[in-house]
């Protein structure tokens, strides 16, 4: 891992002080602190849920500004926030229909948007519509595909019904949202295509939210101020104000933190490897500051194009991950902190099932496996076939990120001992997702899928999600990965109603992949943040990037 030396760290200090952010004693809180000063990497692009763009900053701030109907928490369990209650079959606001419908009944707590209107159930109702408009640009439509229709019987209730069994219908009132009906009703009439466009998302003055917090200040490529709002009732925020301060340099990001300049470190901020570095500097200082290592939902793996004729028998894909030392690898890279994955969930999954096959490094196991399927060593030690073909294959990945092109030097060295030949060829990320994973132009892909608590495989394995040009490259099945069981289980587990039926059913998706390997699971990643001494309440979440972090910004405080 490269390190920061001693030389580069006072320069760096420098550059803060230059920058005008003079810094306190390390470690010290200063006195009678009414804010928390969080260091971001990234510019957020708009500042309503849903609308717009996809940066996960943008959903870092949002949460703060936004109040959700729930919530997960940072156990991974779902929280009502403007929902009184979450809908259950048990407390009879969870209702099944004749037809294989449901109805959803939710109850609201009073709330106002920061202009003093009060927040009410046509409010949800208009964005659920607004959204479901093809013209209007939201992030995705999952959640709001399965909706038949959503009523507002009083101001403070909601009636959704469903159109066929979903299990996850109680995880949020409706995907994105609310907007405010009173604000943004008459732009979406004249133009739904433009509402990331308005003054409404992009100008602090004209952003009103319904969370705890109201943007106040937004310094393009400098920083973005909050106040606690006071038309916020569900609950009190207990500092006044967040400033997140863009700092696209991370190792002038880590400077900071190390000067006391700034409270805490964004989930998007500095690398993994820059985090393992400040938590050695801070131990070495002997500060009470704090590097958090937050097991995550990132799953980082490697698609096997099954199109491909070297990858189309399942033991060569078997033995390309016995001959993987995957544990010395996480152990090298991120000392351990960052987890092998043996499965596409992670071990906080409700779904996930520890009994599960697994694949411990075992390169004779690897050669015996490709000698079986056809592969001998030729006279340099590159296995070839009975037609004399090279067993030869290229991996891709977003080039420029180093930990990815750690791991493939890794692949490669390693793979070479089992005489397997594998060539580099990575491009920038808008290639490799626009066009080359989109279009499964590749023979091997290295990335990462982000995924939530409900997590399952109906997107990433059934056999109608294979990208294709008669589809227009719809779908996330890179592989090409086509098995009827899994199509029966991946689509029936979001249409069971019973979690205990669901778990069998994911656990039997995790064993058909660990047979098949259309993927190879490498790690999961974790969230990492840092705290300076006396922030109470920074919960992440690990549930990713974006929002993770803030879910409870109202009970951030500090303790002398």
């Not at 919530?71 to 209650?85: G, H, R, T, V």
């Not at 037809?99 to 109702?125: C, F, I, R, S």
């Not at 006391?260 to 500095?270: H, T, Y």
């Not at 919960?539 to 990713?544: A, M, N």
Request: with cysteine; charged share 20%; hydrophobic share 40%.
């Amino acid at each position: 891992m490269a390190r920061v030396s001693r030389q580069a760290g006072v320069l760096l200090l420098i550059a803060v002080m230059v920058l005008g952010w003079w810094p306190v004693a390390p470690g010290e809180a200063a006195a009678a602190k009414d804010e928390v000063v969080i260091g971001i990497s990234q510019e957020p692009d708009i500042l309503v849920p849903g609308l717009g763009g996809n940066l996960a900053v943008s959903g870092e701030l949002q949460q703060a500004l936004f109040a959700r109907g729930v919530s997960w928490d940072d156990s991974w369990q779902l929280n009502p926030i403007q929902a009184k209650e979450v809908p259950t079959f048990q407390n009879g606001q969870w209702k099944l229909l004749p037809g294989n419908k449901m109805q959803l009944t939710w109850h609201l707590k009073p709330l106002k948007w920061q202009d003093g209107v009060p927040v009410t159930a046509e409010d949800y109702v208009f964005t659920h519509r607004a959204i479901m408009n093809d013209k209007v640009p939201v992030i995705s439509r999952v959640f709001e595909k399965h909706v038949e229709n959503i009523l507002a019987p009083a101001p403070d209730t909601l009636v959704i019904t469903f159109k066929d069994h979903y299990a996850y219908a109680n995880t949020n009132i409706i995907q994105w949202g609310p907007w405010a009906r009173h604000l943004l009703e008459k732009a979406y009439h004249d133009n739904p295509g433009g509402l990331d466009k308005l003054p409404y998302g992009n100008d602090p003055k004209a952003t009103i939210g319904d969370g705890p917090y109201r943007i106040v200040s937004w310094q393009k490529g400098s920083s973005v101020v909050a106040e606690a709002s006071p038309y916020y009732t569900i609950d009190t925020p207990r500092v006044k104000r967040i400033v997140w301060r863009v700092i696209t340099d991370t190792n002038t990001l880590v400077a900071n933190m190390l000067a006391g300049s700034i409270d805490a470190l964004s989930p998007i901020s500095v690398s993994f490897d820059q985090a393992v570095q400040l938590d050695q500097q801070i131990t070495q200082r002997r500060l009470a500051d704090k590097v958090l290592f937050t097991p995550g939902l990132i799953w980082e793996h490697v698609d096997l194009n099954l199109s491909n004729p070297k990858l189309k028998d399942r033991r060569v894909r078997q033995a390309l991950l016995y001959a993987v030392d995957r544990q010395a690898m996480v152990m090298s890279l991120f000392q351990g902190k960052q987890p092998v994955a043996d499965s596409y969930l992670p071990p906080k999954h409700y779904g996930y099932d520890a009994a599960a096959p697994k694949y411990a490094y075992n390169p004779d196991r690897a050669k015996q496996l490709l000698t079986e399927a056809g592969w001998t060593p030729g006279p340099d030690g590159v296995l070839r076939n009975a037609q004399g073909e090279r067993f030869t294959v290229t991996i891709g990945t977003t080039a420029g990120n180093r930990v990815r092109e750690d791991v493939e030097q890794i692949l490669q060295n390693q793979w070479r001992k089992v005489g397997v030949e594998l060539k580099i060829s990575n491009q920038p990320a808008r290639v490799f997702f626009g066009e080359t994973t989109r279009k499964r132009d590749f023979e091997m892909a290295m990335y990462a899928w982000v995924q939530s608590p409900v997590a399952d495989c109906e997107t990433l394995y059934t056999s109608d999600n294979i990208p294709s040009a008669q589809n227009a490259y719809n779908g996330q099945n890179f592989p090409g990965f086509s098995n009827a069981e899994m199509d029966t289980l991946c689509h029936g587990v979001p249409a069971e109603l019973d979690q205990a039926k669901r778990v069998v059913m994911l656990k039997r998706t995790q064993a058909i992949l660990a047979e098949e390997l259309p993927v190879l699971p490498l790690y999961f990643r974790v969230d990492v943040t840092s705290i300076r001494n006396g922030l109470q309440n920074w919960k992440p979440t690990g549930l990713g990037p974006g929002g993770q972090v803030t879910w409870n910004a109202s009970q951030w405080a500090w303790v002398q």
